[in-house]
């Protein structure tokens, strides 16, 4: 029997929307998953290696709630033009690529905004296709985050590579800061 207040539909309705993170294979690392910061380092330690590394796919899996949504922005015939992912067909996407040719994303810069159990996540990052070597590209992840009561989840991100149009403000480089 439903709470008093509470209709048949809604409850089941709830249950629903519960099941993916109940029932999420494999669970998600504590240390991932239990602050922001942890979440973020996951979100980059997952991709990175050497040609020939496996990516950390199952633990990048843990990440992210039901539904999240990744909007990768490029320049095409000098416009903006967007490519949305879902978190698996974004790793479907890289991996080959990722595996050949080695990739390594750092964060070199963030700025943390966070309302109540929600977060937005401004990191800066640079590229290599070694962890020493010459950087390939620079951009920013916007990513958008929220507090179940026990562990952060990732809902989507947005990036975008600096390119002739846009580059990064020095001042977002280097600078770590969490707004309340």
């Known amino acids: 029997m439903p ?6 539909a809604t409850l089941l309705l709830s249950l629903c929307l519960s099941i993916p993170a109940a029932a999420q294979m494999p669970p998600a690392d504590p240390a991932d998953v239990g602050s922001i910061a942890g979440i973020m380092h996951a ?26 949504t990744f909007v990768s922005l490029d320049q095409r015939e000098g416009k ?36 109540g159990n929600i ?30 009561g026990t562990r952060w989840w990732i809902t989507g991100a947005v990036w975008e590579d600096e390119h002739d149009a846009t580059t990064l403000p020095r001042s977002w480089i280097g600078a770590h800061e969490e707004v309340p």
């Open 3 to 8: 709470p008093a207040g509470t209709s048949f």
């Open 43 to 68: 979100w980059y330690d997952v991709i990175n290696g050497p040609p020939g590394a496996p990516r950390q796919w199952g633990r990048d899996s843990t990440l992210y709630t039901a539904g999240a």
């Open 80 to 115: 903006s033009a967007a490519t949305i992912y879902t978190p698996e067909q974004y790793r479907q996407a890289v991996n080959a690529s990722f595996v050949k040719n080695g990739f390594y994303e750092i964060e070199v810069g963030s700025r943390i905004e966070r309302f």
């Open 119 to 148: 977060a937005h996540v401004r990191s800066v990052y640079e590229t290599r296709r070694t962890a020493d070597g010459p950087v390939t590209s620079r951009g920013v992840n916007l990513i958008l985050l929220y507090w179940d």
